[in-house]
């Protein structure tokens, strides 16, 4: 499955490979690098556009370097949602790799690999691909409407970044 999503200051592509483990994103800012990985490292940045726009975030723990870790609680109407995992690379304004578990499901531990590409005349491309422990893992976490949630928390990125 690919799908996009065209506005008027960004596309965002979800690549689900059949019979493949990943996820892959890719969506454009209009933003410079050092803004859009500031955005990923920063908690109290972060907690302002991750995920949908019915969920609020708390930082629980939040070293972002390589070799820290981090944890945080999604809350929304149905309740209370934990993550945590560790920073295993944190190359400034290029490149943050992750481990990323869920509380919900403990023993489905996710890789993620985000790159950020300078395009030029202040934009960002942002490439990030999540690898999953299984099949099962990957569909199950597509079905939880991962894409609604990216795609929310991306356009309030990009809205972030605008205002500064």
Same mark, same amino acid.
């Given at each position: +499955?690919? =799908?996009?999503?065209?506005?008027?200051?960004? !596309?965002? @592509?979800?690549?689900?490979?059949?019979? *493949? @483990?990943?996820?892959?994103? !890719? /969506?454009?800012?209009?933003?410079?690098?050092?803004?859009?990985?500031?955005?990923? *490292?920063?908690?109290?940045?972060?907690?302002?556009?991750?995920?949908?726009?019915?969920?609020?975030?708390?930082?629980?723990?939040?070293?972002?370097?390589?070799?820290?870790?981090?944890?945080?609680?999604?809350?929304?109407?149905?309740?209370?949602?934990?993550?945590?995992? &560790?920073?295993?690379?944190? /190359?400034?304004?290029?490149? *943050?790799? @992750?481990?990323?578990?869920?509380?919900?499901?403990?023993?489905?531990?996710?890789?993620?690999?985000? =790159?950020? =590409?300078?395009?030029?005349?202040? /934009? !960002?491309?942002? @490439? &990030?691909?999540?690898?999953?422990?299984?099949?099962? &893992?990957?569909?199950?976490?597509?079905?939880?409407? +991962?894409?609604?949630?990216? /795609?929310?928390?991306?356009?309030?990125?990009?809205? +972030?970044?605008?205002?500064?």
């Amino acid at each position: +499955m690919t =799908t996009t999503n065209d506005t008027d200051y960004s !596309t965002l @592509q979800l690549d689900v490979p059949e019979g *493949i @483990q990943t996820v892959s994103i !890719t /969506r454009d800012f209009a933003a410079t690098p050092d803004k859009v990985f500031r955005a990923h *490292i920063d908690p109290e940045l972060f907690v302002k556009w991750c995920g949908p726009d019915s969920i609020t975030n708390t930082i629980r723990e939040w070293d972002a370097q390589t070799g820290g870790k981090w944890s945080y609680v999604s809350t929304d109407d149905d309740g209370e949602y934990g993550f945590f995992g &560790s920073f295993h690379e944190v /190359r400034e304004n290029e490149r *943050i790799v @992750q481990t990323f578990t869920f509380e919900g499901f403990p023993d489905a531990v996710n890789l993620e690999i985000l =790159t950020l =590409t300078d395009l030029g005349d202040g /934009r !960002t491309r942002l @490439q &990030s691909t999540s690898v999953f422990d299984s099949l099962e &893992s990957r569909d199950g976490m597509v079905a939880s409407g +991962m894409e609604h949630g990216i /795609r929310e928390g991306y356009d309030k990125l990009e809205k +972030m970044l605008a205002e500064g």
